[in-house]
């Protein structure tokens, strides 16, 4: 009887190690507040003065997260629960949008110029930008987010909570 219920025990513990590991992985967020618009539509702004550069070389993030392109005056929507960020691509001539989802520290490669974010996170998170020193550029948090202009220039680091 006693190895029945070591084994009983076992398995009850191996059940709740799995279900703590899916439920520890993840976004930080909550529930969307019921005021709150599950997904904002927004417009990519318009193409910087000079758009050529001898060195081109495309915007990333690392870890990668999902993206897309979009011209000039594109709309383009930002999920609830994501912070978008906005860059220019030198290498297409237009604007890389960036989803960032899961908690995380992000690393920026090649951002460079004005761009913008909007954060549509949930749960009250508080976001960060870091330069190249790990020093604080700004903190925000979602509430009253509208897209809001960014030179990416000193931004070497983003942690979206």
Request: glycine share 8%.
């Amino acid at each position: 009887m006693c190895n029945k219920q070591r084994s009983l025990l076992g398995v009850f513990g191996a059940l709740l190690l799995a279900l703590v590991a899916v439920f520890a992985a993840g976004p930080a967020q909550a529930a969307v507040p019921p005021d709150r618009d599950l997904n904002q539509v927004l417009t990519l702004p318009a193409a910087p003065a000079s758009t050529l550069s001898a060195a081109a070389v495309s915007p990333t993030i690392t870890p990668a997260v999902r993206t897309e392109h979009g011209r000039p005056g594109d709309d383009y929507t930002c999920p609830s629960g994501n912070l978008c960020l906005v860059v220019w691509d030198p290498t297409t001539v237009d604007y890389k949008v960036f989803f960032l989802y899961t908690c995380q520290l992000y690393a920026l490669h090649y951002w460079q110029g004005w761009g913008n974010f909007y954060d549509a996170q949930t749960g009250g998170v508080t976001s960060y930008f870091y330069d190249q020193n790990m020093g604080e550029l700004r903190r925000f948090t979602p509430e009253g987010s509208h897209n809001i202009d960014q030179n990416w220039d000193p931004v070497w680091y983003v942690r979206n909570c």
